[in-house]
């Protein structure tokens, strides 16, 4: 009894961490650059996870204060990853362009092909 | 796309529809779910859809780069003028408190005005690359 | 829910195709969307449901088409590479080890919710006349944090139109 309740007290937890290595995984290994950017970005959605996992409290509900209830969530990771979203998406785009640019110099996205261009012109 | 004649009358039809919505979640911000971020993203998703439809040429006529590029820039002075006139009316830097006789209402007043301010940027930001990204595909 | 999430993520790992990848990446976006909901963050929901599954994915589509222009780009499993698994598995492991001082999933009496949460909730809808707190702290209380952020988005989007080059384009054709 005790060990499930060890296990769903953290569960939550470890599949955010899978999901983050999963991403890490994409982004160090992929030669792809779009491929590195999709890690990237399954890396930052599982740390959003992970903030409104810490914000969860049980037998809670959103927090939009209404008349006679009590208990509300944390309101307060909710609106850092609000922001985070955003400028996730900003930072996605300039990683893209940056891509759509090395196509344009090299024609190619792919790590492997692009390094022999690089080392002898 | 524009000769497939489905594709370019439930465009036509859902355009209104995605537009209000993203106003509703605008203004309807502090009382529901939403607020400038994401009433920003939904307003530009109704042009995104409207060029993936009817082609860039057609979006241009209706929002112009310069338009956008006001955007852009607008919102952050928006927002940024908010928390000047809250220096000027002898408050601190985004002090709202001070934009209406009741501190209440100038909360409210303050809340609205930059949550338009996110809004206009974040709608014209996404759309302007979204534009760059398809014209530099011709 | 998680589960489905954690094979969205192996998915994109496995599949070669790039577009099947940017739809699974959007499909991924959707189902953490509604875990949100179930979490009782339907603000971050609706941010994640607008901008991961819409606009990201319109974006990343739209590069892909970019960057398969002359050569066409071979798609590519994602290798093996030892070294990165290694390099991964033993952060994972730590990670994994220091979630198990974490306080237990849903426990109303951590730090994390006794600090200023409990003051914003009590104050906010007095203080602002708005009874979603989210959307207080967000322009109010936090008003300095979010003004940076509309900078970081303001600079982004002056980014990306400059290296997309459409204005570099026209001053030099007005030069010449």
Do not use: C
Request: hydrophobic letters at 55%.
């Amino acid at each position: 009894m005790a060990l499930t309740d060890a296990i769903a007290a953290h569960f939550n937890y470890w599949i955010v961490i899978i999901l983050m290595m999963t991403g890490f995984y994409l982004v160090i290994a992929h030669p792809n650059k779009i491929n590195k950017l999709i890690g990237l970005t399954i890396f930052q959605t599982s740390v959003f996870i992970l903030y409104i996992s810490f914000a969860y409290v049980r037998g809670a509900t959103a927090p939009i204060i209404v008349e006679g209830w009590d208990d509300y969530v944390n309101p307060l990771p909710h609106v850092l990853i609000l922001t985070a979203i955003v400028v996730g998406i900003a930072t996605t785009a300039v990683g893209l362009a940056l891509v759509v640019r090395i196509h344009r110099a090299f024609g190619t996205i792919d790590e492997d092909e692009i390094q022999p261009l690089l080392t002898d012109p | 796309m524009r000769d497939n004649i489905v594709l370019s009358v439930v465009a036509r039809l859902l355009m209104p529809f995605i537009l209000l919505f993203a106003l509703y979640v605008q203004f309807h911000g502090e009382v529901s779910p939403g607020g400038g971020f994401q009433a920003g993203v939904i307003f530009a998703s109704a042009f995104v859809l409207f060029v993936l439809v009817y082609g860039i040429d057609a979006a241009e006529g209706i929002i112009p780069d310069g338009f956008l590029r006001g955007g852009i820039a607008g919102g952050v002075l928006l927002y940024a003028g908010i928390g000047v006139l809250g220096l000027l009316l002898g408050s601190n830097f985004l002090d709202y408190n001070v934009l209406a006789a009741d501190p209440k209402n100038g909360q409210h007043l303050g809340i609205v005005l930059i949550e338009l301010g996110v809004g206009t940027t974040v709608a014209s930001v996404v759309t302007a690359v979204f534009y760059a990204f398809v014209r530099s595909k011709r | 829910m998680l589960f489905f999430l954690a094979g969205t993520a192996i998915g994109i790992v496995w599949l070669k195709s790039l577009i099947a990848v940017v739809m699974l990446s959007s499909i991924y976006s959707l189902i953490s969307a509604g875990l949100f909901i179930a979490m009782n963050a339907p603000d971050v929901a609706l941010t994640e449901a607008a901008v991961g599954a819409g606009a990201s994915t319109v974006l990343l589509l739209a590069a892909v088409s970019l960057t398969r222009g002359r050569r066409r780009v071979e798609q590519r499993r994602t290798p093996v590479r030892p070294a990165a698994i290694f390099i991964v598995l033993v952060t994972g492991a730590a990670l994994i080890y220091g979630t198990l001082s974490l306080p237990p999933f849903g426990a109303p009496d951590t730090p994390g919710q006794l600090h200023v949460a409990p003051r914003y909730l009590a104050e906010a809808p007095a203080a602002t006349a708005s009874p979603n707190v989210v959307t207080a702290v967000l322009a109010s209380y936090r008003g300095f944090d979010t003004l940076g952020e509309v900078v970081v988005i303001f600079s982004a989007g002056i980014g990306v139109l400059f290296l997309l080059g459409s204005w570099r384009r026209r001053l030099r054709e007005e030069g010449e």
